[in-house]
T-cell receptor, first 112, second 113 residues
């Protein structure tokens, strides 16, 4: 099993550009989530999904969009990138809402 | 409002020492308290977790102590090694549909040889 995979590993955007961060898992987990990690801020939840077709907002959802058309994939879309979105983004999955979350390797995003 | 407060921000110990990382929470509805370990350039990984019906849990050199009345829990690393150098995050969640993990801000641990 590959676990949780994320692409790309690194990305540089200009302000106003849009892009999609990809996340996939092969563990048949129902729950998937996106976090951003900033220095001294810990991990903050952006959006999450409890199953295909179901998504909800986390703590810091503004400027991001998600969809969940399959159990395996949970892409995160930046609609119009801003320098404040410079961060490391982690995707995670778990069997249920409570329990061990498996994190991907992260995407380091810089917005100029 | 910071629901899970973690301290210290950074910690330096000598090999063999026992670093202790503390977390405090506000919400008494939290019933799952995991610790995650993150190495540079990697995603966090679950280290150990506890539920409030026990006061202590050990897994190898890692121990969680839990004080329900004080709403505090802590991670102890026995006989720490340079390979334990990492960032540690505590977290908490409620059961049911509100079960998303809320993370502390992290503690960067450095174990000197």
């Amino acid at each position: 099993n590959a676990g949780v995979t994320q692409t790309p590993k690194f990305q540089v955007l200009k302000t106003g550009q849009s892009m999609t961060l990809q996340c996939a898992q092969d563990m048949n987990h129902e729950y998937m989530s996106w976090y951003r990690q900033d220095p001294g801020m810990g991990l903050r939840l952006i959006h999450y999904s409890v199953g295909a077709g179901i998504t909800d907002q986390g703590e810091v959802p503004n400027g991001y969009n998600v969809s969940r058309s399959t159990t395996e994939d949970f892409p995160l879309r930046l609609l119009s990138a801003a320098p404040s979105q410079t961060s490391v983004y982690f995707c995670a999955s778990s069997l249920g809402l409570v329990g061990e979350q498996f994190f991907g390797p992260g995407t380091r995003l810089t917005v100029l | 409002q910071q629901q899970v407060k973690q301290s210290p921000q950074s910690l330096i110990v000598q090999k063999g020492g026992i670093p202790i990382i503390n977390c405090a929470y506000e919400n008494t509805a939290f019933d799952y308290f995991p610790w995650y370990q993150q190495f540079p350039g990697k995603g966090p990984a679950l280290l150990i977790a506890i539920r409030p019906d026990v006061s202590e849990k050990k897994e190898g050199r890692f121990t969680i102590s839990f004080n329900k009345s004080a709403k505090q829990f802590s991670l102890h690393i026995m006989d720490s090694q340079p390979g334990d150098s990492a960032t540690y995050f505590c977290a908490a969640s409620k059961g049911g549909s509100q079960g998303n993990l809320i993370f502390g801000k992290g503690t960067k641990l450095s174990v000197k040889p």
